[in-house]
């Protein structure tokens, strides 16, 4: 490649190539909209997993709740789970069959411990002296598909309460840096 052994595009195109795929991903996280979501405690998914792989991650004591029904979300309980806490819940705004989680990912998670809360979208994050406490969640039922072929889910009034939590893993999605 490179002279100097970086990769470049020139490199490639002195090696022959005719054309080249940047498959970069969506490295930032998607936050949520909500009152709370800046308190000690509320991590992003993406940055947990990847601080967990490099011995890096925060102490996990306690409740952790995930946010998300993807493969982050899952990677991500397991990940708490195996840090230490003391209980890992997904909370998740459908049922399992909209999960874009594989089956057997999240079979694998349960079998770990971790339990998953279907029909509950985020509200508010409850903090205390700056840290999280809680997540205010809402009951959801599924209306009609949306644009990702889904049922989206609706929110029941007055259905609202709150989980506690020491720790909440935002796992909703991501966008291109």
């Known amino acids: 490649f490179g002279r100097d052994g970086d990769l470049s ?11 080249v795929f940047l498959g970069i991903g969506a ?20 940055e947990f997993v990847r601080q967990a792989s490099e011995g890096r991650a925060p102490d996990m004591r306690g409740r952790t709740v995930v946010l998300g029904g993807g493969f982050t979300a899952i990677d991500a309980a397991r990940t708490a789970v195996r840090l230490g806490s003391s209980e890992v819940i997904v909370a998740y705004r459908r049922t399992r069959q909209e999960m874009l989680a594989a089956d057997e990912e999240i079979d694998e998670a349960e079998a770990e411990g971790v339990k998953i809360m279907y029909l509950v979208s985020p509200r508010a994050i409850d903090a205390r002296d700056g840290k999280v406490v809680g997540v205010r969640l809402s009951n959801q039922v599924l209306g009609e598909a949306d644009a990702s072929k889904r049922r989206a889910p609706e929110g029941v009034k007055g259905a609202e309460f709150t989980l506690p939590c020491d720790h909440l893993v935002l796992a909703l999605g991501q966008h291109a840096d």
């Not at 936050?31 to 998914?45: F, K």
Request: aromatic letters at 4%; glycine letters at 20%; a negative charge.
């Open 9 to 19: 595009i020139e490199s490639l195109k002195e090696a022959g190539f005719e054309a």
């Open 27 to 46: 490295g930032k996280g998607n936050v949520p909209n909500i009152e709370g979501v800046g308190s000690e405690g509320v991590l992003d998914a993406m």
